[in-house]
């Protein structure tokens, strides 16, 4: 056997004994089971990919992983509760529409490094299409966060609405030391558009328009827009 057969086999064998981490990515993927098991198995450094397709259900993105999809406009991850949990440091949610009907689209809690890019939140229902609280370091980049509130539609919201009449605020963050925010766009909710207590935020690019009650709030910390 030559030297290259021998290390091929070698590596064959490593990879079926580390399971499907091994290889550094899993998918394209379509059903919601096949995805949480691929979730739940990945090793940092892994990236799993949603398919072009929609899939429903509750997903929790370990630490080192990258979840992502063929792209906002192909991808959508849909659940009637929280859609994403960040479960770990250093992870990523990128490339892909996420629709919630409660809950969070996309949270993330006492974990560092967490980034999203080029991703579509659109809330319905809940309190924040992105909620972080507690992280070192967050970057939101090329973020759309849609609420369900339009100009047709104000005059039917509740002057002060819950989270099971509409879709609250667009992005929370709450001691969040350092957050990142470029070309952000927040839209369509009842209560807030960007709301940050106690955290260190730097957006450039994007806006907070169309939203009811305050556009930003700001509480402590420092945000220079």
């Known amino acids: 056997m030559s030297q290259r057969l021998e290390c091929s086999v070698f590596l064959l064998v490593i990879c079926v004994a580390l399971g499907p981490g091994c290889g550094g990515s899993d998918g394209p993927l379509c059903d919601a089971t096949d995805l949480e098991n691929a979730l739940d198995s990945a090793?940092?450094?892994?990236?799993?990919?949603?398919g072009e397709c929609?899939?429903?259900?509750?997903?929790?993105?370990?630490?080192?992983?990258?979840?992502?999809?063929?792209?906002?406009?192909?991808?959508?991850?849909?659940?009637?509760?929280?859609?994403?949990?960040?479960?770990?440091?250093?992870?990523?949610?990128?490339?892909?529409?996420?629709?919630?009907?409660?809950g969070h689209g996309v949270v993330g809690i006492m974990h560092d490094h967490l980034t999203v890019r080029g991703v579509v939140v659109?809330?319905?229902?809940?309190?924040?299409?992105?909620?972080?609280?507690?992280?070192?370091?967050?970057?939101?980049?090329d973020v759309v966060a849609e609420g369900p509130v339009t100009a047709a539609s104000a005059s039917s919201v509740p002057m002060n609405p819950t989270s099971t009449q509409t879709a609250l605020i667009g992005i929370a963050l709450a001691r969040v030391a350092t957050a990142t925010l470029q070309n952000v766009e927040v839209s369509g909710f009842g209560s807030m558009g960007f709301a940050a207590q106690a955290s260190a935020t730097s957006w450039t690019a994007g806006s907070?328009?169309?939203?009811?009650?305050?556009?930003?709030?700001?509480?402590g910390g420092t945000t220079p827009l």
Not at 55 to 63: H, M, N, T
Request: glycine residues 16%; aromatic residues 6%; hydrophobic residues 45%.
């Open 43 to 50: 090793m940092p450094g892994d990236t799993v990919t949603v």
């Open 122 to 141: 659109r809330s319905a229902l809940g309190r924040a299409a992105l909620g972080f609280a507690d992280v070192p370091n967050l970057t939101l980049t």
């Open 54 to 102: 929609r899939v429903s259900g509750k997903f929790r993105v370990p630490r080192g992983v990258t979840l992502t999809g063929a792209g906002a406009a192909l991808s959508t991850i849909a659940s009637t509760g929280t859609a994403i949990i960040f479960d770990g440091d250093d992870a990523t949610v990128a490339n892909v529409t996420i629709e919630n009907g409660g």
């Open 208 to 219: 907070a328009s169309g939203n009811l009650g305050i556009g930003v709030w700001l509480f």
